[in-house]
């Protein structure tokens, strides 16, 4: 270094442990000041690159030195040093405005050594401030920015060299004498010259880098894109500096072309040229968590179909700036159309930490997409620059092709951003400025694999609904998931009649149950059940509409009988109870109808009934007088369901506790330790300690107690038994009523389940995070160590930490045949505490429902198929005519093995005249194998589709059955032509 150099005090011990976090304004003053010593005319001047010396000791020779004192380094000095400095020194500068102040400073203290910048003009009184539109003369400000970005990369080479453990000198005297003879050169107003020996620089420090990575580098610039920042000047200015790729979600393009043609013409022609991607795809980037395989695949089929809409191209890397990942992201990706994808997040919410510039994505089904999972660094923020140099080092350390991914909006980014942008048009010294389309096409196939399990995700959503005031932040996705299963009976029932020989056409409701999972819709309010005579959506008049046409189809020519028929849209046989209304006529018992409830508020029977099928029954006229649930003498001496403080069935006896107004234990017949209990709470947002009046004992803990005021036995049987309690929730501490509440439980004969339906009266509400303040039912079983499994897109994942996300179930494995499954109804949230005991949340604040309903079961070993029972109830038709079939009921179709679970059956749009179905297949337990899909009319062809309808595999036909092979986790479309009906 020359001994004009300038002098750069450093807030560290030296470059070797170069500051990593500042504030902003901090980062911004210390970085402008190593670009600052770069400016042309100061490095011309001085004959010298920059000196860098620790602020806590500095030289003690000053002589004639330039000294540059960074903010963040005046704490490091020594009390007397400055004032000494002041005097020894040609000039100290401790304080500037901006790096434009910066450089007038600088250039106003090499003055005197300065060649003045050649020029044309005869005006004396000419400024030669710096500006951004020109510097001094003829050196033009594009040139000395140029000059200034080389600064930045200098500093972020000779950091690299030190977190690289290189110390020889990366070429230093080379550079500094090709920098001097750029300045001078610019100086002297050839620019030409100037330019060239500038590339010479970049390309000298390229070779330094190449010492220490020999490898190619990239530097991928995502900028995020709404509406109301999308303009064309902004968007010719970023293209121009260099390849971007835009995120956006899908819903926002249709807005952005009505808004502002222009901007998407623009937008085209930058596809076209390759300056630009899209990344992303997503309908509604919400940051919602993965709560069904079904709403995934929508959001990402109509958000594709959006963009290709728009643009004329389809993304193929993925990417969405709230939280959306899971372990099935990678299957679903595959089958959309996408390539590659972002496994990072860019909001808030947890995932695994594992940071590689490219890598296999794995899922839970094993399929694999190249993606990259470094978290980005702000490019709006100076302070994420002091950061690069040791991002750059851990992606050399780990990655076949480093790579940086720096992420803004639109207009906002910091000056060291556009150096990077500058110094790359010279050289890829850091790395190469590509779009992400460009990336992944330009890296070998990715050696190294990642897969990941479902609770190592975890969504912001309920934090984020609640402090941005959104309503129903519990209720809503489960109003949503609701209107949607609605949909899911409508088209299975459209599939029955296809079975029966009555043509369907699928496209319309494919669109509609799409649009219920992205957008979602009003669900009805409960108990208001739609007639033909009200003012009924079309929708909601098919749910009147399509029972009854097939009800129709189905007794078409038989005899005429009054009784009822019962639809089952499941593909699987299942035991239920069929609710009937107080209008409604009753089934007498028979094979299939195994028990009846005559009278009362819970009127209706428990059948069995055939996989996607129907089950006819004549009307009993004479049971309600018998009161029976069958004409089994033995049957009717059993003791009752219910009575003071106890429920019963056939599988179990449950205990209502009197303190509480909850279950107090559930018990098998055979065995008799507590399986289960169950109680209301309100928890606090912090611990406190309640001490007992009864003993010396004091207790710590963050919950409520309950206490039960009365409780009723509603009914006792034949077939249901209910009990209701009333009670209170109350604030050990001054005995406050928070809330007040009325529970009902019930079981059913031969169902071994336990029904709760819970009501809130609150006084108190919740305040704060929603994590940590809320009311929940709680839940308790006995063994700490039982493994806890949980849904994750209707698929059955091991769970660990404390927050649960699962819509489907909750389920305890207490051994190998014992298990406790809870059902939430499509609520979300739960929480895990004391290892035993688990929180389903209820109310947050802004939840405004207060009505809510669990279903609990008991050893059944697929609970899947258990939820999807849950949250599709039979369809129950009266009827005046027999079936016109052999027998009183038949299956239509059916899915086997019981792993496997159909979560969506439509018609099909086919090409050709005959009649298509399809279904969606989700092996939910991890096993894999071949899945049967028998129908009740003989399949001609049938094929494995991806999610944008194109065909994977042909599938093999035995008799009337389809086979489907299925890997583990797999989710799969299947597209089967039926063979015409003679």
């Keep these: 270094m020359s001994a004009n150099s300038p002098l750069i005090l450093l807030p560290s011990h030296g470059l070797d442990d170069f500051p990593l976090e500042l504030e902003e304004a901090s980062a911004v003053n210390l970085l402008d000041a190593f670009a600052a010593v770069f400016d042309p005319i100061v490095l011309a001047a001085a004959k010298g690159l920059w000196d860098a010396e620790p602020a806590e000791f500095p030289t003690r020779h000053i002589g004639e030195r330039v000294i540059v004192i960074?903010?963040?380094?005046?704490?490091?000095?020594?009390?007397?040093?400055?004032?000494?400095?002041?005097?020894?020194?040609?000039?100290?500068?401790d304080s500037w405005e901006d790096r434009d102040d910066l450089i007038a400073k600088l250039r106003d203290a090499f003055a005197e050594d300065a060649q003045p910048p050649q020029s044309?003009?005869?005006?004396?009184?000419?400024?030669?401030?710096?500006?951004?539109?020109?510097?001094?003369g003829s050196l033009s400000f594009d040139l000395a920015a140029d000059f200034h970005a080389l600064g930045t990369i200098y500093l972020?080479?000779?950091?690299?060299?030190?977190?690289?453990?290189?110390?020889?000198?990366?070429?230093?005297?080379?550079?500094?004498?090709?920098?001097?003879?750029?300045?001078?050169?610019?100086?002297?107003?050839?620019?030409?010259?100037?330019?060239?020996?500038?590339?010479?620089?970049?390309?000298?420090?390229?070779?330094?880098?190449?010492?220490?990575?020999?490898?190619e580098g990239f530097l991928l610039d995502l900028c995020l894109l709404v509406p109301k920042l999308a303009n064309v000047e902004w968007l010719s200015k970023t293209i121009s500096g260099g390849p971007v790729s835009i995120l956006a979600d899908g819903n926002d393009w249709p807005e952005m072309a009505e808004a502002s043609p222009e901007f998407i013409d623009r937008l085209r022609e930058g596809l076209q040229q390759g300056g630009v991607s899209i990344v992303g795809g997503e309908w509604r980037s919400d940051g919602g968590i993965v709560d069904s395989v079904d709403s995934s695949i929508a959001r990402l089929r109509t958000g594709r179909a959006a963009v290709a809409?728009?643009?004329?191209?389809?993304?193929?890397?993925?990417?969405?700036?709230?939280?959306?990942?899971?372990?099935?992201?990678?299957?679903?990706?595959?089958?959309?159309?996408?390539?590659?994808?972002?496994?990072?997040?860019?909001?808030?919410?947890?995932?695994?930490?594992?940071?590689?510039?490219?890598?296999?994505?794995?899922?839970?089904?094993?399929?694999?997409?190249?993606?990259?999972?470094?978290?980005?660094?702000?490019?709006?923020?100076?302070?994420?620059?002091?950061?690069?140099?040791?991002?750059?080092?851990?992606?050399?350390?780990?990655?076949?092709?480093?790579?940086i991914v720096f992420v803004r909006w639109p207009g906002e980014a910091s000056r060291v951003f556009h150096d990077l942008q500058r110094a790359a048009r010279y050289a890829p010294v850091l790395g190469k400025f590509v779009t992400f389309d460009k990336y992944f096409e330009a890296i070998e196939a990715p050696y190294r694999t990642g897969q990941y399990d479902a609770w190592e995700y975890v969504s912001p959503q309920l934090v984020r609904d609640v402090a941005a005031g959104r309503p129903d932040p519990i209720s809503r996705p489960a109003r949503q998931r609701a209107q949607y299963e609605r949909l899911k009976t409508q088209a299975a029932l459209r599939v029955f009649s296809q079975l029966l020989g009555l043509r369907e056409q699928g496209q319309s409701i494919d669109a509609e149950l799409d649009a219920a999972l992205i957008d979602g819709s009003q669900d009805r309010a409960e108990g208001d059940e739609p007639t033909l005579d009200s003012d009924l959506s079309e929708t909601e008049a098919d749910d009147v509409r399509l029972p009854r046409r097939l009800a129709e189809l189905i007794?078409?020519?038989?005899?005429?009988?009054?009784?009822?028929?019962?639809?089952?849209?499941?593909?699987?046989?299942?035991?239920?109870?069929?609710?009937?209304?107080?209008?409604?006529?009753?089934?007498?018992?028979?094979?299939?109808?195994?028990?009846?409830q005559p009278v009362g508020p819970h009127r209706g029977f428990v059948a069995d009934l055939p996989a996607a099928g129907f089950l006819w029954s004549a009307v009993s006229d004479s049971a309600a007088s018998t009161g029976a649930s069958g004409s089994n003498r033995k049957r009717r001496r059993q003791p009752p369901l219910a009575e003071e403080g106890l429920l019963r069935n056939d599988f179990f006896e449950v205990g209502i506790s009197s303190a509480t107004g909850g279950i107090g234990y559930v018990r098998d017949h055979n065995t008799r330790p507590k399986r289960l209990s169950q109680q209301l709470a309100f928890r606090f947002l912090r611990e406190r300690l309640i001490e007992s009046p009864e003993s010396d004992f004091a207790e710590r803990t963050a919950y409520s107690r309950s206490r039960c005021l009365s409780q009723k036995v509603l009914c006792d049987g034949p077939a249901v038994g209910v009990i209701e309690t009333a009670g209170e929730i109350v604030d050990q501490q001054d005995d406050r009523v928070l809330a007040g509440f009325r529970q009902r439980f019930r079981v059913t004969r031969g169902i071994p389940e336990i029904e709760i339906e819970i009501e809130l009266d609150i006084r108190h509400e919740p305040v704060g995070d929603p994590w940590f303040s809320y009311y929940a039912c709680r839940f308790a079983w006995g063994d700490s160590s039982a493994p806890i499994l949980r849904s994750h897109a209707q698929q059955c994942h091991q769970h660990r930490g404390q927050r649960i996300e699962a819509a489907d179930f909750v389920e305890v494995i207490e051994d190998r045949?014992?298990?406790?499954?809870?059902?939430?109804?499509?609520?979300?949230?739960?929480?895990?505490?004391?290892n035993r005991m688990l929180d389903s949340i209820l109310v947050v604040p802004g939840e405004s429902t207060r009505r809510f309903r669990f279903v609990v079961r008991f050893d059944d070993g697929h609970p899947s198929r258990a939820s999807a029972a849950t949250m599709q109830p039979p369809v129950l038709i009266p009827v005046d005519r027999i079936p016109a079939t052999p027998a009183s009921s038949a299956w239509l179709g059916r899915v086997d093995p019981a792993n496997v679970v159909l979560t969506r059956l439509q018609p099909a749009s086919s090409e050709d005249a005959g009649v298509a179905i399809k279904a969606r297949l989700v092996e939910t337990e991890g096993i894999g194998g071949n899945c049967r899909i028998s129908l009740c009319r003989m399949p001609g062809s049938a094929r494995k589709i991806d999610f944008l309808g194109e065909t994977i595999a042909e599938l093999e036909i035995t008799d009337d059955r389809v086979e489907v092979p299925l890997t583990p986790y797999e989710v799969a479309d299947v597209e089967i032509s039926l063979k015409s009906s003679q």
Excluded at 72 to 88: E, F, P, V
Excluded at 187 to 204: I, N, P, Q
Excluded at 377 to 388: D, H, Q, V
């Design 309 to 403: 809409e728009t643009l004329g191209a389809s993304p193929t890397c993925w990417a969405q700036r709230h939280f959306g990942l899971g372990p099935l992201t990678p299957l679903v990706l595959n089958r959309t159309g996408y390539k590659s994808a972002l496994h990072l997040l860019l909001d808030n919410g947890t995932m695994p930490d594992e940071e590689y510039s490219q890598f296999q994505w794995t899922g839970s089904d094993d399929s694999t997409i190249p993606a990259l999972s470094r978290m980005p660094i702000a490019a709006n923020s100076t302070a994420g620059f002091l950061r690069l140099a040791d991002r750059l080092a851990e992606s050399m350390d780990a990655d076949q092709s480093a790579g």
């Design 156 to 215: 972020q080479i000779q950091l690299l060299t030190r977190r690289m453990h290189y110390y020889d000198d990366p070429e230093d005297t080379r550079i500094a004498d090709a920098a001097i003879e750029a300045a001078a050169a610019a100086v002297a107003g050839d620019e030409e010259v100037a330019r060239k020996s500038l590339g010479s620089v970049f390309e000298l420090l390229l070779e330094a880098r190449e010492r220490l990575y020999p490898v």
């Design 817 to 834: 045949k014992k298990r406790i499954a809870i059902f939430p109804l499509g609520r979300c949230f739960h929480r895990e505490s004391d």
């Design 120 to 136: 044309d003009s005869t005006d004396p009184g000419e400024s030669h401030e710096f500006s951004d539109e020109s510097v001094s």
């Design 555 to 596: 007794s078409s020519g038989g005899e005429e009988a009054r009784g009822i028929l019962v639809l089952n849209p499941l593909a699987q046989p299942r035991r239920t109870w069929v609710g009937v209304g107080d209008d409604q006529p009753l089934p007498s018992p028979g094979e299939s109808i195994l028990h009846v």
């Design 70 to 93: 960074p903010e963040a380094a005046k704490s490091w000095l020594q009390s007397d040093w400055m004032s000494r400095a002041k005097t020894d020194a040609r000039s100290v500068i």
